[in-house]
Structures are given as structure tokens and as C-alpha cells.
């Protein structure tokens, strides 16, 4: 019990608290955006890339788990409160599908987050190896953040391609009612899976147990950059 509330509770708390953070600041920015040019996202040719994008992250992630994916639309649906809409078929008693769900329906936060760190570690670490070398290590999380702070090296041609692409893809970040609808129908199975696997891990693999430790710190790591990047850009677009 004490490994279940120390270790596997705060993994959850970090995952899902991340994704609700990051998409919230993204869809300020997105609205932010939308009064500026007073036009919906669906008009604006600048957020479509990032509107497509979102969809893909869903369709991909869901075929990826076996779900069927029976629409595929880039235009709005008012009805769903969503700029477009990926319909999927699946079977509701299936946890695999239901995990599925839960992943596609919160893809577009962490796989678009995914792309930006990327492009950013090449924009400000150009020395990757440095990088995952304070990944790997077992500190702290004040202890990583000095470290990598200490590691800024600014790659401007990379940083101008991070900044267009973040741009591009803020649009895509934010979730809308339809997906947090989805996420939270498919998160108690998807916390039940995991819990199986998180006892799997501490029975069969006692190593285990300290990389789900290590992997929790990296998270909140990660979480924190990508959600430093959007209030950046949520700062950025409303001063403008």
C-alpha cells in the first residue's frame, strides 16, 4: 500500500494534472487568439495545422489500440464544442480499448508536448547527451532543474524552428469538452491497468519500482518545461 500511495498515486496526479494544466493554458491562448482576430480557429489558416494535427494524434492513437476509427473531419462540430472531430468505434468492454480511449483522447497534450520538447532540447541542449544523462540520474527535482539550467546553449536556427512550431501547434494542444468527456469515461479502466501492471513491476521486477519513481520525477520534469513554454506563449499572444 505504502509503494501504491507513494509511487503509483502521484504518477497518476503528475499525468492527468499535466494534461488538464497544459491544455487549459493552451486553450486561454487559443481563445486569446480567436478574440484577437474575431474569427473562429476553424477560419484562422494559421491554427489549422494545429487543429490537424490534434485529430491525427487522436485517429492514430486509437488505431494504434484497436479502435475503429469511422470518421475523420476538420470541420467544426458545434454540437461536441470541438473546431473537428475524430468518431471512433470500439468495444466498451474491452480494457485494452478502454486504455486506448483514455490515451487518444489526451493525445494531442502529450504528443504534440512530445514534438516540442524534442525540437526544444535541440534549440537550448544542442549536447543531447548531457540531457539524458540528467534524465537517467537519480536526483532530485530541484537538483535536474539546476542542472539543465546550467546546460543552456542556445541553437538559434533550431530555436527559430521550435518557436514557428510551437506557434503552429498551440492551436492543437487544448482539449475540448468532447475529449475530457472521453478521458474521464476511460480513466478508471485505464487506472485499473495500470495498476496491474504498476504490481507486475514491483512482483516480478523489483528494479522496476525505482525506474515508475524515476519516470514520475522525469514527468513532472517534462510537465513543467512544456507548461513554462505555454504560458510563455500565452503571454506572448496577449500582449499583442
Do not use: C
Not at 95 to 113: E, H, K, R
Not at 225 to 232: A, E, I, K, N
Request: aromatic content about 14%.
Amino acid at each position: 500500500m505504502q509503494a501504491f500511495m507513494n509511487v503509483y498515486v502521484p504518477g497518476w496526479l503528475i499525468f492527468i494534472g499535466g494534461i488538464l494544466l497544459i491544455s487549459a493554458v493552451n486553450g486561454a491562448t487559443v481563445q486569446a487568439m480567436v478574440n484577437h482576430a474575431g474569427r473562429s480557429n476553424t477560419q484562422i489558416w494559421y491554427m489549422k495545422p494545429g487543429i490537424f494535427v490534434h485529430e491525427l494524434l487522436h485517429a492514430a492513437i486509437a488505431r494504434l489500440f484497436g479502435l475503429h476509427v469511422t470518421n475523420f473531419s476538420l470541420r467544426a462540430d458545434p454540437s461536441q464544442g470541438s473546431a473537428a472531430h475524430v468518431s471512433l468505434r470500439y468495444d466498451r468492454h474491452d480494457p485494452l480499448a478502454q486504455l486506448g480511449l483514455f490515451l487518444s483522447s489526451s493525445a494531442p497534450v502529450w504528443g504534440i508536448s512530445l514534438v516540442l520538447l524534442v525540437l526544444g532540447r535541440w534549440a537550448f541542449f544542442p549536447d543531447g547527451n548531457q540531457v539524458w544523462q540528467v534524465l537517467a540520474a537519480s536526483s532530485s527535482l530541484s537538483e535536474k532543474w539546476v542542472m539543465m539550467r546550467g546546460m543552456v546553449a542556445i541553437n538559434w536556427q533550431w530555436l527559430a524552428i521550435f518557436l514557428v512550431v510551437t506557434l503552429i501547434l498551440t492551436p492543437g494542444i487544448a482539449l475540448s469538452h468532447r475529449d475530457l468527456q472521453n478521458m474521464w469515461q476511460s480513466a478508471p479502466i485505464a487506472f485499473l491497468v495500470t495498476i496491474v501492471i504498476f504490481y507486475l513491476f514491483l512482483t516480478f521486477w523489483p528494479a522496476g519500482f525505482a525506474w515508475w519513481t524515476l519516470l514520475n520525477l522525469n514527468l513532472l520534469l517534462l510537465d513543467l518545461m512544456v507548461l513554462g513554454f505555454s504560458l510563455v506563449i500565452w503571454f506572448v499572444v496577449n500582449l499583442l
